[in-house]
């Protein structure tokens, strides 16, 4: 009993500390002292990170995450952000503390949100006609705020979906067809932006593979080992997506 009593006598305080860090978070960013900023929300942030793990234990008995995709870590990362660039929301010292986990639990249905987009994108990629296909990438040419972005934008280096190249990721001799198919309808921009579009939304494990093997050119054996998975189980994620990559191109270009 007296234990209980001391933890919620440091919860209480704790939670008073949390709220009086709110002006002097303002200051800093007022002030753009990042450092001092990040400083003080490492201190905020430890009762934060429990609440974190217990939530990231629901989701994934609940099969909403796969065990060991995400980490407390992923999650106060994003957090840090959501701190910077929002904390002026909270007029009040008082509403700070609960703001917080407000901010956690958005950031993690965020993430819900999108794994299971990509997982029903996947199951249903060999369905998408073009006109859907079309209307994916008008809507994939958008920012986060809804601003389109430039055309030169796009295609600028510096974007790594425009590093997408199919003759090193066909490579396969009964592929040679395909590759020879798709050059002949169409142009490397159109190709590449086709093929950003399917490996954004794909499954998390499959796109990390994928972008491993074509980006970053490492083997399977070394993409098993950054998974700390079987090779088998890299190959049949790279094979999976380049399936998905052959049919949308196939039914959105091809099947006419």
Partial sequence: ??????????????????QQSHASLLQFKKNRDKEAFNNLVLKILPILRNYINR??????SQGHFSKGKYKGDDIIDQLFIEIYDNIKDVKQE?????????????????????????ELFFKNIDTYSKPEWDAMEEKYTKDADGDLLLIEELND?????NDYELKPIFIEENEADFIEKIDNHLKQDVL???TALVIRNLPHAMRQVFELFTNEHLSLEEIA???KSKINE??????????????????RYLNS
């Fill in 192 to 194: 590449k932006n086709h």
């Fill in 157 to 161: 280096s510096s974007y790594n979906h």
């Fill in 94 to 118: 008082k509403d700070f503390y609960a703001w917080l986990y407000l901010k956690v639990d958005e950031i993690m249905k965020d993430i819900q949100v999108e794994e299971e987009f990509n």
């Fill in 55 to 60: 939530q990231l234990n629901v989701y994934i």
């Fill in 234 to 251: 890299v190959k049949t994620l790279l094979n999976n997506a380049k399936q998905a990559l052959r049919v949308s191109l196939f039914n």
């Fill in 225 to 227: 080992l950054i998974r």
């Fill in 1 to 18: 009993m007296n234990t209980d009593i001391k933890y919620y006598q440091n919860k209480k305080e704790f939670r008073l500390f949390v």
